[in-house]
């Protein structure tokens, strides 16, 4: 989180702890049901793909070419859109762990030394006559002006996740 003082990320960095653990652990169950399924899926391709050559070849020599070609790429595409598909599935349903992992924050006994803190960046951010009220999802949302912070637990969750390797990793694979 840039634009942030020394004090406030010093402030933050039990909460960023506590998240980042927690995605973190998240992310390496997703990850390994992710990859577990995309293998399953490419192997189930790979197989098909291996078959229509196969059928492709029987069929005639120029004609299995042109065929298997394009049966072999409609499969590589329905199988690259399972992944991605599956993908998305994964990554949204950890958001929605996140955000509630994040807002059962609220009930931990430092929830208030924490809203203090957020109020405090709040200020520093936007001038001490920045409008503070509290979110429905936990922690706080400033408006100073045209100017609007949102720091609720459900965002700070997932400005936690979108900043962890691990996350951006699982889809480079």
Sequence with gaps: MNGLTPVSEAALAPVR???????ESQVAEFRNGALQEVSAILASAQAEAAQIVTNAAAAGAASARTEAALRSSRVRREAHELVLARQSSVIEEL???LAGTASKLQSDPRYPELLARLRENCQDLLGPE?????SSDGGIIAVAGSR???LSLPV???MTLDSLP???????R
């Design 17 to 23: 702890q506590a998240l980042r653990a927690s995605a």
């Design 95 to 97: 958001r929605h762990q």
């Design 130 to 134: 920045v409008s503070v009220s509290s």
């Design 148 to 150: 609007r912070l949102d």
């Design 156 to 158: 700070l969750a997932e």
């Design 166 to 172: 691990e996350a951006r990793e699982l889809w480079n």
